[in-house]
C-alpha cells in the first residue's frame, strides 16, 4: 500500500517535508507502542537509532547520488544493473544488494539521489541543462527503499523534452503539458511504502504479512 502526496516546493523541501514525517513517525511508534515494538521485534534499538542519526546530522538522513555511490569501495558488480539489460543507454539502477550495502554503510538510513533520468519515469524534472539525470531521491531503509520522491518537471517544454528522451508518445500527455502553459507550478510528489515501513518496525523479511488491507484475488475490500 503506497501512501502519496504532492507538495508545493523544490526537491530540497520535499525531502525535508518527507524526514520530518518519518522521524516524527518513529518517534510516535517509539513512545505508544515500544512495548509491542519490543514483543514483535525483540529489540526497538533500531527505532533509537535512526533518531539518533537523524538528530546528530541536523535533523536530516545522509545522502548520497548513484554516481558517488557506485564509487565506494564495497559497491561491486553486483550493486548495480542496466535498468534495461538489452540497451546500456536506459541508464543504470542500484539493485537491493547494493542498497543493503549503502543502508549499512551509511548507519541504517540514507538518500540515493540524482538517478539516470532514463532509468526512471519521465515526469521526474531534469536536475541539469545536460538532462542526464532526474531531481529525485529514495529512502532506503530496511529491506531497501521504503520511500520515492521527485521534483516534477516546471515548464511544458522540459515535459516534451523528457517524453522524446523516454520515447514516449506526446499525444496522450497533451493535457499534462497544457496544465504546466496554462499555470506552471512548481511542485514534489512523495509517496512511502506503508508494507515495507512495517517491515522494518517489527523487523521482518516479508512484506507479504505486513498487508494493511488483504489483497486476494477476486475480492474486493473496502478500508
Not at 520530518?20 to 515500544?34: D, F, I, K, P, R
Not at 512495548?35 to 534499538?45: C, F, R, Y
Not at 544488494?97 to 549503502?102: A, I, P, V
Not at 554503510?105 to 540524482?114: C, D, N, P, R
Amino acid at each position: 500500500m503506497l501512501r502519496e502526496c504532492e507538495l508545493l516546493g523544490p526537491l530540497s523541501k520535499g525531502m525535508g517535508v518527507a524526514e520530518a514525517y518519518v522521524a516524527n513517525l518513529v518517534s510516535t511508534l517509539l513512545q505508544e507502542h515500544g512495548g509491542l515494538i519490543q514483543d514483535i521485534a525483540g529489540s526497538t534499538d533500531h527505532l533509537v537509532a535512526l533518531l539518533e542519526l537523524f538528530r546528530s546530522h541536523n535533523n536530516k538522513f545522509p545522502q548520497v547520488t548513484v554516481d558517488d555511490a557506485l564509487e565506494l569501495p564495497m559497491m561491486d558488480s553486483d550493486c548495480w544493473q542496466y535498468a534495461v539489460a538489452s540497451d546500456p543507454r536506459k541508464g543504470r539502477k542500484i539493485t537491493r544488494s547494493g542498497e543493503l550495502k549503502l543502508i549499512k554503510h551509511f548507519g541504517g538510513v540514507v538518500w540515493l539521489t540524482e538517478m539516470d533520468h532514463l532509468s526512471g519515469p519521465f515526469y521526474q524534472a531534469f536536475s541539469d541543462e545536460t538532462q542526464a539525470k532526474a531531481e529525485c531521491a529514495d529512502l532506503l531503509l530496511g529491506n531497501g527503499e521504503v520511500l520515492g520522491l521527485g521534483q516534477r518537471h516546471l515548464p511544458a517544454k522540459d515535459v516534451l523534452a523528457a517524453l522524446e528522451k523516454h520515447q514516449v508518445l506526446a499525444g496522450g500527455y497533451k493535457w499534462y503539458m497544457e496544465m504546466r502553459d496554462l499555470k506552471p507550478i512548481l511542485t514534489t510528489g512523495w509517496g512511502m511504502g506503508t508494507e515495507r515501513f512495517l517491515a522494518w518496525v517489527f523487523q521482518h523479511d516479508d512484506i507479504r504479512d505486513m498487508a494493511v488491507v488483504p489483497r486476494m484475488k477476486g475480492f474486493s475490500f473496502t478500508p
